[in-house]
């Protein structure tokens, strides 16, 4: 179920005698709708690796334009976990600071050492899984605090720091996250809330269990319907794929410098499984298609700059599962709703998912799209439902319509649920648009259809 657009209002008005003079006969019931913005929980999954850095900054001085956009649109709350999932005999929990790479000063800038030294548990302990921030500031929560206060929030939230394991395990994470409702998650979840679960990685899930297995776990947990997926991962036009903020998707030359050994098959980033056991695809340099190598050391670093810091690298690694996992809970909702569409997570309008690219120096549009297509919402809630279109009628009031109005078309302007239940709005709409939706049920006149005027 979509949410509700911060600008989005109904006007409820009541129907007038003509109706009953339309129909032919006296007026026996007259049932007024009700749209109750939905509440959003947003739960970002961010990465925090070595590498995550400049990734992390960059959303915390974006985030402005999220807000903005999900101002108006209910009630919302944000919360940060990271992909650290790293339990072993002396895990403390989750931890903070900062850990550098030590880059050697001669070409190819290969790795000599790393300093952690500001990396330390966080104190109180907080386990895996388990919201950044602390008390009342573990969350942001729309009805606490201005806009200010609440980016405050977040950027101190987001800042999850680069000393987590490199063996991201997002989609663990996330499971946990949700298994804690009643425990460090305390007061985030809600029952009749949306979710919006925001991946934000420059490397792929590396858990070994198969997609089908977590989009079950995640399907056991949550409805489904009321879920939307962001990826913000390696990826070029909604494909997983090797990117570089600066040079776009042509990157990898210095893989074609090692000249790793392989089958050398092609291969493609956006499927995996392309390559024969043992491989990689790597990017083999400016206008090259990629092949299989062996996934060795030199092969498979170079592509993202993990291993060397040189001209000709790749900034993220292809977030394939993170794509894979997007789809198939996408591809899940629509056979068990057919009234929704899938796009394949390209965005827009009603979209169940959207896939964007973590190589930006600016996060500000991604957001903003996140939320205009994710968290924004174009659907009102008839309670009770409408017992058939043609007892409805819908229309898009104010200022820019000559009339002052506009009546919308069903099936090309908005869609009606197969229950009654749903209104949503499908084209373009301004700030100043106000949504107006009239229906009658219960008029009983055989034969007559029984429009509003």
């Known amino acids: 179920m979509r949410f509700v657009a911060p600008w989005a209002l109904l006007l409820v008005a009541g129907c007038t005698a003509d109706v009953g003079e339309l129909c032919g006969g006296p007026l026996h019931e007259v049932t007024e709708p009700v749209v109750v913005p939905r509440s959003a929980d947003v739960l970002f999954v961010v990465d925090n690796s070595r590498s995550m850095a400049e990734e992390q900054e960059a959303l915390a001085r974006s985030f402005g334009r999220f807000i903005d956009a999900v101002a108006g649109s209910g009630e919302y709350r944000i919360g940060v976990i990271s992909t650290d999932m790293s339990f072993d005999f002396d895990d403390e929990g989750e931890v903070g600071g900062y850990s550098e790479f030590i880059y050697d000063v001669r070409h ?258 991604t957001l903003a799209r996140i939320a205009r297509d994710l968290v924004a919402s174009t659907d009102y809630t008839l309670i009770p439902p409408v017992e058939g279109p043609r007892r409805m009628v819908v229309d898009l009031v104010g200022p820019r319509f000559d009339d002052g109005e506009r009546r919308l078309q069903i099936d090309t302007d908005y869609r009606l649920s197969d229950d009654g239940s749903i209104v949503s709005i499908l084209i373009p709409t301004e700030p100043e648009d106000t949504v107006r939706i009239r229906y009658r049920n219960s008029i009983d006149i055989p034969g007559k259809n029984c429009l509003p005027n």
């Open 108 to 365: 190819p800038h290969g790795i000599v050492g790393v300093d952690d030294q500001q990396c330390a548990p966080l104190v109180p302990r907080t386990e895996h899984g388990c919201f950044r921030g602390r008390g009342a500031e573990r969350f942001v929560d729309s009805t606490m605090g201005d806009r200010n206060a609440q980016i405050a929030r977040f950027a101190q939230n987001v800042r999850v720091g680069t000393c987590g394991s490199g063996f991201e395990l997002a989609f663990q994470a996330l499971i946990r996250a949700l298994d804690e409702r009643e425990g460090c998650n305390q007061g985030f979840f809600r029952e009749d809330a949306n979710l919006v679960i925001i991946f934000v990685s420059d490397e792929d899930d590396n858990g070994q269990e198969p997609i089908a297995l977590y989009a079950e776990e995640l399907e056991r947990r949550v409805d489904l319907r009321r879920t939307r997926i962001a990826s913000v991962i390696g990826a070029v036009d909604g494909e997983a794929s090797y990117c570089n903020p600066d040079t776009a998707e042509v990157c990898g030359d210095f893989c074609a410098e090692l000249n790793p050994n392989g089958s050398g098959f092609p291969c493609s980033f956006a499927t995996s499984g392309t390559c024969p056991f043992g491989e990689i695809c790597l990017p083999m340099g400016a206008g090259q298609e990629p092949r299989c190598v062996f996934d060795d050391e030199g092969a498979t670093f170079c592509a993202s700059c993990s291993r060397f810091m040189t001209d000709g690298c790749c900034s993220a690694e292809p977030g394939r599962r993170y794509v894979e996992l997007a789809r198939e809970i996408e591809r899940r909702t629509v056979a068990a709703n057919p009234e929704l569409v899938a796009t394949g997570c390209s965005g827009g309008t009603d979209s169940l998912c959207l896939v964007d690219t973590i190589c930006a120096t600016d996060f500000g549009d």
